[in-house]
């Protein structure tokens, strides 16, 4: 059986900052023949950024989803041995990001994968905090209900302290302020928070500060894309 390739392809974290993307993921989608992407209209204009003349109609196009139909399609599209990227709607595919189910499809049907290194607000974040990147973990979104997400921030900051390990997580932009007034009330004045936001873009702020000093400087925001990283003392 004909076996295809797998390229987990990156995109912008900010949309105009197409300098964070390395010349070779041009190489790559340009080596492709099939395309699945989370949002088809961002996918497609994120490649005419990338290559104004590119022919976008080229390429056979599907939704990136976890219905068992498009993972058929994925399935069939290997078995004929064609060249497929995977495109992230920000960031990497498969990292906080739809991908990970095509990626193990794509193991168990012995084809090849290959990650492509661009811009990943996980890692950058951890990158800039100044905290322990020997020991860390990603945790995704934190609970929405406030008495769910009290709890958690407690847990979380118990289990740095003990293990010395960087808490890392993100929440919807537009729920930011709530996420960072329930950090303020709930962790010890000593632990530190590394706020990154707006990453790769001109408005790019990182800082890391403890709990108590972000009290007396508690910064905005609403609808701005960030990643925490906490580390308890």
């Known amino acids: 059986m004909a076996k295809g390739i797998v390229y987990l392809i990156p995109s912008l974290l900010d949309e105009e900052n197409t300098e964070s993307i390395p010349a070779y ?85 012995n084809a090849t994968v290959k990650p492509l290194a661009g811009p990943n607000a996980i890692l950058m974040a951890l990158m800039a905090s100044g905290m322990n990147g020997q020991r860390f973990q990603f945790l995704g979104y934190l609970p929405i209900r406030d008495h769910e997400r009290d709890r958690m921030i407690k847990e979380i900051e118990a289990e740095s302290y003990k293990k010395n390990c960087t808490q890392i997580f993100i929440e919807t932009p537009y729920r930011n302020n709530q996420l960072l007034d329930a950090l303020l009330k709930n962790c010890k004045t000593t ?43």
């Open 25 to 109: 993921i041009l190489t790559a989608i340009n080596d492709c023949e099939v395309l699945f992407a989370e949002n088809l209209r961002t996918a497609r204009r994120y490649l005419k950024k990338l290559q104004k003349d590119i022919v976008i109609d080229r390429y056979e196009w599907h939704t990136l989803s976890d219905e068992p139909p498009i993972h058929g399609i994925f399935l069939q599209k290997l078995k004929e041995g064609k060249k497929i990227g995977i495109i992230s709607e920000a960031g990497c595919p498969g990292v906080a990001d739809p991908g990970q189910t095509f990626v193990a499809i794509a193991h168990e049907n």
């Open 191 to 233: 632990t530190q928070l590394c706020i990154a936001a707006a990453l790769t873009s001109p408005e790019e702020k990182i800082q890391t500060l403890t709990i108590g000093q972000w009290k007396q400087q508690k910064p905005e925001l609403n609808k701005i894309p960030s990643t925490f990283c906490l580390l308890a003392r």
